[in-house]
């Protein structure tokens, strides 16, 4: 008889011994790790950081508030103290004087958001007499915020620059000299969008930046037209965002001049929001209204 080597016991194969043993985790390198936690925790830290609903303590808030280079700390504080307004915290008007100087910000981001703030609190004749200034800023949607604002103080002397806002806007020429470059009728640009070049006499190229949200339209300088400063180079289609506050504004204060423009926007404008068309509705209903008391008065 052949002995095949079996006594009662059997052992592995060496393969089977091999595939049966605990294997060894392997270790991640750390700086796959650090990277990791790079990729999650920087964006969150820069979210957070900018995040304006973070609240912010009073030191922060002085330190945010006299930083101009960092136009988002800026707008971060004043976004709080226009919610603390909201809140009916007296404690707020610790930073008015403040909010007082960045209305004369050289920064139009800061102007614009102050304007807004500002008409937060209509019980501050300071905040008033602010928004009157702002009324006659350089920069179109400054002077726009400050007009909307100014509603809630019942005054209407933003009423003009509230009509000019359901009216295309004009951008014209800084200098003399031939356009180089320009953009197309049809083109849906932001605020501070290069629009065109200007060569002037001495050679030197000048940009014509959109001060405004909007859809460019008639666009009167073409590439090589030769232009004067003061010469309309396009015009920008009013923004829904900007025609529906004015449209809200002038609700209250709209009088019969205004009537043409609202109605036109009440019977539906292409591009246009739907509530634009409802608030269109509302505002030359109630201005209608004010025309037939005031008729009615001055026949008694």
Excluded: C
């Excluded at 945010?64 to 707020?92: F, S, T």
């Excluded at 139009?108 to 008409?119: D, F, L, S, Y």
């Excluded at 190229?205 to 400063?229: D, F």
């Amino acid at each position: 008889m052949t002995d095949n080597g079996s006594n009662g016991s059997s052992q592995p194969a060496p393969e089977a011994a091999s595939a049966s043993a605990p294997q060894k985790r392997r270790r991640t390198p750390l700086p796959f790790i650090i990277l990791a936690v790079i990729f999650v925790v920087v964006p969150f830290l820069t979210w957070y950081l900018t995040w304006f609903g973070r609240p912010l303590s009073d030191a922060s808030m002085e330190s945010y508030l006299k930083d101009e280079k960092n136009v988002r700390h800026v707008q971060q504080a004043l976004n709080q103290i226009a919610e603390r307004i909201e809140a009916g915290d007296q404690k707020v008007k610790r930073w008015y004087p403040q909010v007082l100087v960045l209305a004369n910000s050289n920064t139009v981001e800061i102007r614009k958001t102050v304007a807004w703030v500002m008409g937060q609190d209509n019980t501050s004749e300071e905040f008033h007499a602010a928004l009157l200034k702002l009324l006659a800023d350089q920069h179109p949607a400054v002077r726009r915020n400050a007009a909307v604002q100014l509603v809630r103080f019942r005054d209407a002397s933003g009423r003009a620059e509230l009509r000019a806002t359901l009216r295309p806007y004009t951008v014209t020429s800084p200098v003399e000299g031939t356009v180089s470059s320009v953009l197309t009728e049809g083109v849906e640009v932001r605020e501070n969008a290069l629009l065109a070049r200007i060569t002037n006499n001495q050679n030197q190229l000048q940009e014509v930046r959109s001060p405004l949200h909007g859809k460019l339209i008639n666009v009167a300088a073409r590439e090589g037209t030769k232009v004067g400063a003061g010469d309309p180079v396009l015009e920008i289609a009013p923004d829904g965002d900007f025609v529906y506050e004015a449209l809200r504004g002038l609700f209250f204060i709209g009088e019969a001049e205004e009537l043409p423009d609202v109605e036109r926007y009440a019977q539906g404008v292409e591009g246009m929001p739907e509530r634009v068309q409802r608030q269109a509705a509302e505002t030359a209903k109630a201005i209608r209204s004010r025309s037939e008391q005031k008729s009615s008065e001055v026949k008694q």
